[in-house]
């Protein structure tokens, strides 16, 4: 299939193909070809995530969307409402030499309210903010694609209900973002708040740039197992509790440790150095 497509694609075709996230490993070379042959192939992956359930851990993708963001020229979308999607397609349809894969979950999602919510139009950027003042410096964000979208969502009402200035970030689109300017990306995710939380149902490799030295990810460190979607998803810590915990855990990281990085090093390493030279028989 991935063949065929390529060979329509270089045709003057628009060529789609469907399956499951999981045997986007049988289809790497064909991806892989269509990034240096710089052709629009367009690649749909469904069932992405443990949602799958019953289906087991030779269905449940873990590495795969680290697998398909590692792929140079290939931009890999995980949409997080039908908004997104919407959007998505708009953009894909202009792309004249990136091929893109397009992942998406199983299990329905809400369609968010975006008269409450950031405008779904911010998916053309990669990532934008969702939640949150962003004139106000927050002190936690959360960011999160496809289906903990939505789990993201009812993590940061808890924590504003507690008074916590929260910011939460849809990413569905890490390649998209990394390319815009640095003063848009420091706006949606501020140098100053090193207290950030990934949320996907995923490994986590992906998100090293963006969690930080201090930051964690809500991730899958494990393959699945054999279960309904839901009580799946609550063992393997995708909960509002699990993420808010997370969330409290990295604020009180960067309360030990507020600053920049060069501060923290002057504040910390400089004095340890010191004292160890002085200890020295030199």
């Not at 053309?124 to 496809?146: F, N, S």
């Amino acid at each position: 299939m991935g063949s065929i497509m390529n060979g329509m694609a270089v045709s003057k075709l628009r060529p789609f193909g469907s399956t499951f996230l999981v045997f986007s490993d049988y289809m790497k070379a064909p991806i892989r070809v269509s990034a240096i042959m710089e052709v629009p192939s367009v690649w749909v992956y469904t069932h992405d995530s443990i949602g799958v359930g019953e289906d087991g851990p030779t269905h449940q993708p873990v590495e795969q969307l680290t697998a398909l963001r590692s792929i140079p020229n290939l931009l890999t979308f995980r949409p997080g409402d039908a908004n997104e999607v919407l959007e998505m397609w708009k953009y894909i349809a202009t792309l004249k030499k990136e091929p893109a894969a397009v992942v998406l979950s199983r299990q329905n999602l809400p369609t968010l309210d975006r008269s409450k919510h950031g405008a779904a139009s911010g998916l053309r950027k990669g990532g934008y903010v969702l939640a949150g003042d962003v004139e106000e410096e927050p002190e936690v964000i959360l960011m999160a694609t496809g289906s903990e979208v939505s789990l993201m969502l009812e993590a940061h009402e808890a924590l504003a209900k507690d008074g916590v200035r929260v910011r939460s970030v849809s990413m569905p689109c890490l390649e998209l973002f990394k390319h815009q300017p640095s003063e848009y990306r420091e706006m949606v995710l501020p140098d100053s708040c090193r207290a950030r939380v990934s949320i996907e149902a995923a490994s986590a490799e992906s998100w090293g740039v963006f969690v930080g030295l201090d930051g964690e990810s809500v991730s899958m460190s494990t393959f699945g197992f054999s279960a309904p979607g839901s009580s799946l998803q609550k063992e393997m810590g995708f909960t509002v509790d699990n993420v808010v915990a997370t969330a409290r855990r990295t604020m009180q990281k960067q309360a030990r440790g507020r600053g920049s990085h060069a501060e923290w090093r002057e504040r910390e390493l400089r004095p340890l150095l010191s004292r160890r030279l002085n200890s020295m028989d030199v």
